[in-house]
DNA sequence: CTGAAAGCGCTTACAG
DNA sequence: CTGAAAGCGCTTACAG
């Protein structure tokens, strides 16, 4: 059977197709029995209209692109991203919109990726998972090409874009202001990439805790990593000679990469070392350790960003916003009592 | 600045739309000269046509859509759906498609999300998760829209519909056998959910390499489980009643939770229990345990998939297939050596 | 090789 | 409240 058309259901009606237009979009100005009449039909034939002609006369598609740049791609496996995007996913749902990935993998990807995001016709707006340097071009464009967008994380440029993120350093001052309430003393952190708005932020966080109480910061207690479990343990071996008795992870990932070195080398936690992590994600407990975390809601954090877009969709709000969501202090067992 | 259109570029350049059209879409009849002239201009100006225009008058959106269904968009933050849906991602840029996310969370969202993914005009064909009795009415009524359609694992009904997977009895058959040459006597196995095609398949591979042999299954040495780490460590708790000298479990996630708890009683893997997993997602290992595993090329799975959805799409081919990727028994240390 | 024209299936002023 | 008509920006026979 050959799809059905708007003529079509107008035709069985016996109305015209700009009626059948107004009860198909709900819109007013059509006498109730009419309407009932066209619905039935509708009903009865499962009509639906044609997504591209209604995106062509309407100027708009009613789908929204979710835009991973190269630079988050290759951990697009990380659970967190499935979550975020499970919260974008759930929102446009919602909304009755339609999503878009694109995984932009490679330098190719992005240019064959671009044309397609920038034009209206396919989208009504973007987001863009961000906060890598690399990043700034991708905003930039879509900024030019006066593209809806909305930046998950806090971009390096953030003054004309609107964007949702956690407050980073708070967090992270208030997981090693933890810490040192407990009476550690010389606590270390594993800092996530310096190229990233979060490595930064949260690293400065760190630093911001320890400095308040008038406590020097040593470059021997901070070891880069990435997230990954993997850079959590091989960032743990190294600290381990400095002799830290407590430790903040910019991940859950890398603090429980870093318990298992630590367990390795015979030490105890918390007895000898203490562990903050960081994320906090749902059943991402690959592990028996009951961490003491920071957590971040992150499913939330992608409805918030659709919605942030949907308004700036649909009621032409240019303003940029900077949408900060909470996050928590979870208290587990990886610190330890209140004494020691 | 406003979208350009065809027609601008065409007057810019002193053509037909016709012809921009032509050089646009690569096709044949336009003089060398001319198709440089219109190219440089498209260059000049940026111009990129208006997808829905496109697909409007071309009758396909060069959109594929990826729908999972309600039974396993609850374990969408499972990375075996990343690697999937990255492979996926991966093959639509290599094709110029773009490729639309279906996550259904919901029975409702089941009702606002298939009129748009049924009718043509959105999107050219769908990707289909399946593997539940669940998942059957969608892929019904995707057949019964013409729309074409790839099943991501066997589905239950699956004689009038491409699908791919992996041999799942032979694969489990292969892990059991290795734990039988191993010289184990009490296999057990932590089987994945009997309403899945994958956990039914997985459970007939290890009966049959048991009895291939001789040896009686006992109900004790099995229970099922979901997939998780979680599921795999109270199945565990379960097990070590049964005496058990090795167990197959459906995924690696089970395995290391099932490790878990077998190192909490005390026992030792692999002297005392051996392990074999499932899956080898790369990075999955949130882990120290070198476990003997069955790899599965899932980013390939999600590539292949697309490969053949293109092909039903572009060249019309209406037969249904079963295409069958290779999987590999990855030996670790969760077995122990080749005698005992 | 090139262009004029019809048409894809809707929405949206506009007139009544 | 309702319909005729124009138009959204392309593609695609068709005629030359």
Redesign the pocket.
């Known amino acids: 059977m050959p799809?059905?058309?708007?003529?079509d259901i107008a035709r069985q009606t016996?109305?015209?197709?700009?009626?059948v237009?107004?009860v198909?979009?709900n819109q007013?100005?059509?006498?109730d029995d009419?309407?009932k009449k066209v619905k039935d039909v509708i009903h009865k034939t499962g009509?639906?209209?044609?997504a591209a002609?209604?995106a062509?006369?309407?100027?708009h598609s009613s789908t929204i692109g979710l835009i991973l740049p190269h630079s988050v791609s290759f951990f697009f496996t990380d659970p967190y991203y499935a979550h975020i995007t499970k919260g974008i996913a759930q929102a446009c749902n919602q909304h009755d919109y339609t999503l878009a990935l694109f995984l932009v993998g490679s330098k190719d990807d992005e240019e064959s990726i671009f044309p397609r995001v920038s034009r209206k016709?396919l989208l009504d707006g973007v987001l863009v998972q961000s906060g890598h340097h690399g990043d700034q071009e991708i905003i930039g464009r879509m900024i030019d090409a006066q593209m809806p967008i909305v930046v998950l994380g806090r971009p390096f440029r953030s003054d004309n874009v609107t964007y949702v993120d956690i407050d980073n350093i708070y967090a992270s001052y208030q997981a090693v202001n933890h810490l040192i309430r407990l009476g550690r003393k010389r606590i270390g952190t594993i800092y996530g990439p310096a190229a990233s708005t979060v490595g930064l932020d949260r690293k400065e966080g760190y630093r911001k805790a320890l400095s308040e109480k008038g406590i020097q910061v040593d470059e021997n207690l901070m070891v880069e990593g990435d997230f990954t479990e993997a850079s959590g343990y091989f960032a743990m071996q190294r600290l381990v000679s400095a002799k830290p008795d407590a430790i903040f992870a910019a991940s859950d990932a890398m603090a429980i990469g870093a318990i298992r070195a630590v367990r390795e080398t015979g030490l105890r936690v918390p007895d000898d070392i203490a562990f903050v992590g960081f994320d906090d994600l749902p059943m991402a407990s690959l592990t028996n350790v009951q961490l003491t975390t920071i957590r971040q809601p992150v499913v939330q954090f992608g409805i918030r960003a659709v919605e942030a877009l949907l308004d700036q969709i649909e009621n032409d709000d240019k303003q940029p916003h900077r949408i900060i969501m909470e996050t928590e202090l979870i208290i587990r067992e990886t610190c330890g009592g209140k004494s020691r």
């Open positions: 799809s059905l058309t708007l003529e016996g109305v015209s197709r700009s009626t237009s107004r198909v979009n007013p100005n059509v006498r009419v309407r009509f639906h209209p044609h002609a209604r062509l006369a309407s100027q016709g």
